[in-house]
């Protein structure tokens, strides 16, 4: 099951542990992102669950400018579902991570 509030606490603490106090470069920005969602990623596919995960992260310099997204999706809303954690206790940026959880028939 691809549980909501499951899903947020590990990613919280996927950002807590990789970013720790890292301050922003846009030299490092990728390298930082890749490694978040191979973390998370690997949390994820640890809980040995019959789900295929996608993972989008965004990563954006704390410089006052607006971040707009949008996601949608044609699936089983029985089953299937999305976080979006917005991680925010950096003083240079915030990242915001979309979990998808997509429920693998048998």
Do not use: M
């Amino acid at each position: 099951e691809f549980t909501e509030s499951e899903i947020q606490q590990l990613v919280t603490e996927s950002c807590n542990q990789v970013i720790k106090q890292t301050i922003y470069s846009a030299a490092t920005a990728t390298s930082l992102t890749e490694s978040l969602i191979e973390d998370i990623i690997k949390r994820l596919a640890d809980r040995k669950k019959d789900i295929k995960y996608l993972v989008s992260c965004v990563v954006s310099q704390k410089l006052g400018a607006g971040t707009h997204s949008a996601i949608t999706a044609v699936w089983d809303n029985a089953q299937d579902n999305y976080v979006v954690v917005k991680w925010d206790t950096n003083p240079s940026f915030y990242v915001v991570v979309t979990a998808f959880g997509i429920i693998i028939d048998k």
